[in-house]
Each structure stands twice: as structure tokens, then as C-alpha cells.
């Protein structure tokens, strides 16, 4: 696949989107699609803007800060979706705008401190580990209310929703559960909407199950290799 597959992948994945919606009687408009670039060079990112395509994902701390420096337009949305590492939340805080992979409290307090200095609001979802695999990250379900009571009084970030990466198997259905649970603890942490928390979003579901993750409430998808192709590397 070549830089040019770009723009019809795209259009090929928002025409499942708006079936899987119809199916499920949401609208379309509820979901946000994050094109999930790691690994991609510069080139295809600038294609699928061509395409319409503004919210870019990146998972690699070091990755996003190169790509947000040498990629100018000030119309994509950034948004970091792996692993923090709290003593490079500085480089990413002046310019990135979601940060989908909060596990811990202290990670919040860091953004706040970091995006307070370069005087903007970061956006941030929690990371809930729904999947039993500890690789893949994510606090504990029953840490979750604790987290978003720290969160309450911030001012520079804001924690709009919840994030989970389910199992990898190869029959979506059979992580259906794991969305659900996810789904079920976005319901009932609403009660800790209060101040710069607002629970509203639900970022789950890939190339390979984002129609399931759809039937099961999720607002952003984060897709990767359906957009630019097989990646050699995570
Ligand atoms: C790589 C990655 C994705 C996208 O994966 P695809 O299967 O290529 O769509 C989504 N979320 C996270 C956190 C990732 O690291």
C-alpha cells in the first residue's frame, strides 16, 4: 500500500462507521475517527489531511514531538495514546491536545503543571485497563473514582472520558464484553462530573473491532493500519 490508498481507505472506514451506526441507531456525528500514524512518516499524515482527515494519533512520546515541531498546520488535532512517562510530559504539553493513556493520578497533576506553563487546556481521558493483559496498561476499574476526584479542581487539564484497548483476538465478538464493561463504567463514574471533569467521551475500539466497539457506545476510534497500511514496527 502507498500514500495514495490514503484518502480511499478513509472514505472506505467512514462508510462503515455510518453503517455500523445505522445499525446501531446512533449518529455518526457522535464519533470522532483519530487516524493512529505511529510509524508513518510526515508524508502520509500530510495525505490524509488532503483527505479531510485532521485528528492524528501517535503513541511514542518522542515520535508525536518530532511530528508536532515539523508538521505546521495548526488545524490537526494531536492526540497521544501511549505510554506517559511523566518527566517528558513538558515536550508534548505546548501543542498536543488529547492525551488518551492517563493511568495515574500524578500524570494529571503533571499535565496541569505543564500545560499551565504554556498557558493552554489538555484534554484527557482515563485509561482503564478492561482487557486482563497488564501490557497493555491502564488502571484498575475500582481505581478509577479516585483518579477523577483528584482531577475536580485542575485547571489545565480536563478529563473528558475513558480509554480502553481490548484483547487482541481475531473474532472481534469475542471482545465485546471488554467494551462493555468499559461502557458500564463510563455510566457509573458519571457521578463524578464535577469541576474539569466531565466523563463524555469513550475512546475504544481499532481496525479490528471498531464495529463492535461502535454497537457498544464508543465516541473515538483509534485506527491505524486500516488507514496507512501494515506497520513493521509498534
Ligand atoms: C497502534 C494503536 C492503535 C491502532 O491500531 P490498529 O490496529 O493499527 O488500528 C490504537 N490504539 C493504540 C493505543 C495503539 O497503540
Keep these: 500500500m502507498s500514500n495514495e490508498d490514503i ?21 455518526p456525528k457522535e464519533i470522532t475517527l483519530v487516524a493512529v500514524s505511529k510509524t508513518k512518516p510526515n508524508e502520509a499524515i500530510l495525505e490524509a489531511v ?6 492524528f494519533g501517535e ?17 490537526i488535532v ?18 498536543v491536545n488529547w492525551i488518551h493513556s492517563v493511568e495515574k493520578a500524578k500524570y494529571l497533576k503533571e499535565i496541569d503543571k505543564r500545560a499551565g506553563q504554556a ?7 482515563i485509561q482503564v485497563n478492561i482487557s486482563d493483559e497488564k501490557q497493555k496498561g491502564g488502571c484498575k476499574p475500582e481505581d478509577l473514582a479516585g483518579i477523577l476526584e483528584s482531577a475536580q479542581d ?24 471488554e467494551f462493555k464493561l468499559l461502557k458500564e463504567l463510563y455510566d457509573s463514574h458519571q457521578k463524578y462530573n464535577k469541576g474539569s471533569v466531565q466523563l463524555e467521551h469513550l475512546s475504544m475500539g481499532m481496525t479490528n473491532d471498531f464495529k463492535v466497539a461502535i454497537e457498544e457506545g464508543a465516541t473515538m476510534l483509534r485506527i491505524g493500519s486500516a488507514i496507512f497500511g501494515e506497520r513493521n514496527y509498534d
Excluded at 488532503?50 to 485528528?55: I, R
Excluded at 503513541?59 to 488545524?75: F, G, H, P, V
Excluded at 495514546?81 to 510530559?89: E, H, P, S
Excluded at 498557558?119 to 481521558?125: E, S
Design 154 to 177: 485542575y485547571k489545565y487539564v480536563k478529563v473528558k472520558g475513558l480509554m480502553g484497548m481490548a484483547t487482541f483476538v481475531d473474532n472481534p465478538e469475542e471482545v465485546r464484553d
Design 119 to 125: 498557558d493552554r487546556v489538555v484534554n484527557a481521558l
Design 7 to 27: 484518502p480511499q481507505n478513509l472514505s472506505s472506514i467512514h462508510e462503515e462507521i455510518e453503517k455500523s451506526c445505522k445499525s446501531a441507531g446512533r449518529d
Design 78 to 95: 494531536w492526540h497521544f495514546i501511549g505510554n506517559l512517562q511523566t518527566n517528558k510530559v513538558k515536550y508534548i504539553s505546548d501543542r
Design 50 to 55: 488532503t483527505a479531510g482527515q485532521f485528528h
Design 59 to 75: 503513541n511514542r512520546m518522542k515520535e508525536l514531538e518530532d511530528k508536532m515541531a515539523s508538521i505546521s498546520n495548526t488545524a
